[in-house]
């Protein structure tokens, strides 16, 4: 199940993109520690061009065709002198793809709702159709956020998830106001 962004056209691009050369001149792009040497040199162009012209999906699918992860990684909240390693997840690609994406996307419609003034608002909905969000999320679905507080968040590199106060990464999204029912 793909996600669906209600308001990917060419002025959300074009905030995306302008976001993108944002953290790339402040050198805070985000490169996952998941990525092998070959990939953390071409995630950027990877992410710009799905950035510019395509979906979470496509850029999934070039992240697995290209071999860009490392094999194992070292395991969550284990120390450095134990070292324990385990195998990078199958799907790190699509959840990669997926989160910096909609970060990205949040981010750019933040941006154009701050154009309708200072009291802006994005709406949270359900970005994942045919999945219901978990029970920490269904009480957030249609619920509005200040863009300016959220954008700066998201600029901080946090995911939407995260942003949200969800864990994991979630089927949310946020959009212009009553963008989502459209």
């Known amino acids: ?8 056209d060419a002025a959300t691009r074009s905030w995306m993109l ?18 092998n040497t070959y990939g953390r040199t ?24 290209l071999a860009v992860f490392n094999d194992f990684e070292t395991a969550p909240g284990i120390g450095e002198n134990l070292n324990p390693q385990q195998r990078v997840p199958d799907d790190a690609n699509v959840r990669l793809a997926e989160i910096e994406f909609n970060r990205f996307y949040a981010r750019a419609v933040c941006r154009r709702a701050l154009q309708t003034g200072a009291q802006a608002v994005v709406e949270v909905y359900v970005a994942r159709k045919g999945m219901a969000p978990g029970w920490n999320a269904r009480d957030l679905v249609g619920t509005t956020i200040p863009a300016a507080e ?6 901080r590199g946090i995911t939407l998830g995260a942003a949200l106060g969800l864990g994991d990464p979630s089927a949310l999204s946020v959009s212009l106001p009553s963008a989502a029912a459209s």
Not at 1 to 7: I, Q
């Open 42 to 65: 071409h995630w950027p162009f990877l992410l710009r061009a799905a950035l510019a012209y395509g979906v979470p999906a496509v850029l999934a699918r070039d992240l697995a065709a």
């Open 18 to 35: 302008d976001e993108f050369e944002r953290d790339v001149a402040a050198d805070v792009l985000y490169i996952s520690p998941r990525l």
């Open 150 to 155: 959220l954008l700066a968040t998201l600029r």
């Open 1 to 8: 199940m793909t996600l669906t962004f209600a308001n990917l």
